[in-house]
C-alpha cells in the first residue's frame, strides 16, 4: 500500500470591508435563498443575467469565492450592519476575454435609492487603490 502524504492547504483570503452601514464579506450558504430572490425580481434582473435557481445562485457564490483565489480580488456579499440581513453583492469581477475590471454591484430592490450602491462602490474603488494583485486599469 502507497503511503500518503498531505502537504499544506491552500487557503483563499477575502478580506472584510466594514463601511457605515454594510459589511462586505466573504459568501455563506445561507446567502443562496436571499440572493435567488434578488435575482428573481424582474425589475432586478432588467439590468443583469443573474442566475434564477438555487442550484445556480451556489455555482455562481462558488465562482465568486474561486475568483478571489484566481485573480486576488471578487465580488463580497453585502449584509446589512444593524439587521444582520442580505442586501447584495459589490466587487470586482474579470471575466477572461473581458477588456478589463468591472466594478459591479447588486442591491436588493427594496434597499434601493437609499445609497448602499455608491457606498458599497466606494468601498470596493477604495479596495481596488489599495496594493493587491490587480493589474493597473487600462
Sequence with gaps: MTALRFGKSTTITIPTVITRRLLLRCWQARDVAPYTAIAADPEMSRYTGSPRTENAVWDMEAALTGHWHLRGFGMWALEDRTSGKFVGRAGLYE??????????WTIRRDRWNQGLATEAGHAVLTYRSRPCRLPDPP
Excluded: L, Q
Design 95 to 104: 471575466e477572461p476575454g473581458w477588456p478589463g475590471i468591472e466594478a459591479a
